[in-house]
């Protein structure tokens, strides 16, 4: 009798009482990317998902949508996330720079040197700053989660010739992004910029609409552009590829403390998948586009230093052009500088 009355009195409590343990599915989450099963992005989501739905013992499912079922571009995506019908989305900074302008501080040339200074940045407070940005502009309807890679690094490719300097790029018809910053970094470098939506490069390659683009290498193998006649590669990694992802505020919020502790410690691991993700795939695909006969060319530091320079005069058409451009760019510069400190005295330890 005792024990059937303490069962009874176990299960009302459970019922009825505070959530002592989460129940099955108490939220959802809509996360969609406008991309593929072999991107870096769906790779980063199948972490978070198995992540969140396990150490939230069940009560959060994460349902994913791959491609363009819940919405097409990124002003539509992040249109979504504020409204709620999307909980989480990830865009690169020219996808959300319609709306947040100052992302494109991501594209800024040649701040950072490599896969550590990068990874040391994007970890830090700098992207609290980004956040604390985005939630004010907003109305604190979409909020920055994380910051992770979408590709490795920009490079410049084209189908006319071997680029070691920047005088190499002048007259090529460069596709870029419809995203102010792109078109000032392509025309600094003497090149013709031509935006062009990503599904219609591979033809106008194909066809000399354009003869170059800037990306990486696992997304221009990803699209068979060699196909299209895209041969030459220069490595001059001249920008990190982030990924921006993006969550309904108000959804975020929602959850108890213990929830929202889940789905932070989720995003962490989602980005460093998509930190690492890049890394394996970018070795097949070297090895596919030199085995296709292209052709691949590493600057050496004094011919960085030349794009670097020409480059330049894209710092000061941020900070005087972009809203709220000189704000970002100190606090991304300082957290480049303090990445750099770091990462050097680490190296200069392990070296002894």
């Not at 990306?215 to 920008?239: C, E, R, V, W």
Request: charge should be negative.
């Amino acid at each position: 009798m005792l024990k059937g009355l303490t069962k009874s009195l176990m299960v009302a409590t459970l019922l009825a009482g505070a959530p002592l343990a989460a129940m099955a599915q108490d939220y959802t989450l809509r996360a969609t990317a406008n991309s593929n099963e072999n991107d870096e992005d769906y790779d980063g989501l199948v972490v978070f998902k198995n992540y969140v739905e396990n150490a939230s013992n069940g009560a959060i499912a994460v349902e994913l949508f791959i491609g363009t079922q819940l919405c097409a571009n990124g002003a539509e995506c992040l249109q979504g996330v504020s409204d709620g019908t999307i909980d989480i989305y990830i865009s690169t900074s020219g996808g959300a720079a319609g709306i947040f302008p100052y992302v494109q501080v991501l594209d800024l040339p040649y701040l950072m040197s490599d896969d550590r200074i990068a990874e040391e940045v994007l970890s830090g407070d700098f992207v609290r700053t980004m956040r604390d940005m985005a939630l004010e502009d907003s109305g604190n309807t979409i909020r920055l989660m994380t910051i992770g890679n979408t590709g490795g690094w920009r490079s410049f490719a084209n189908t006319e010739r071997r680029v070691t300097q920047p005088s190499d790029l002048a007259g090529l018809k460069m596709r870029t992004i419809q995203a102010d910053l792109a078109i000032e970094l392509t025309q600094a470098l003497g090149a013709s910029a031509t935006p062009i939506a990503w599904p219609e490069l591979f033809t106008s390659l194909q066809t000399g609409v354009v003869e170059g683009t800037a990306n990486g290498i696992t997304d221009i193998m990803g699209m068979k552009f060699p196909d299209a006649g895209l041969q030459y590669l220069t490595l001059d990694g001249h920008s990190y590829m982030g990924a921006l992802w993006w969550m309904n505020n108000e959804k975020f919020l929602s959850m108890p403390e213990d929830l929202r502790r889940v789905v932070v410690d989720g995003f962490a691991a989602l980005q460093q998948a998509t930190f690492a993700s890049p890394k394996r795939k970018s070795i097949q695909a070297y090895e596919d586009f030199v085995a296709g006969g292209g052709d691949i060319y590493v600057p050496s530091p004094a011919e960085k230093a030349m794009f670097q320079e020409a480059a330049a005069p894209v710092y000061e058409w941020f900070q005087s052009s972009v809203t709220k451009g000189p704000e970002i760019f100190a606090a991304f510069t300082a957290a480049v500088d303090e990445a750099k400190a770091k990462v050097d005295a680490e190296r200069a330890a392990d070296l002894n």
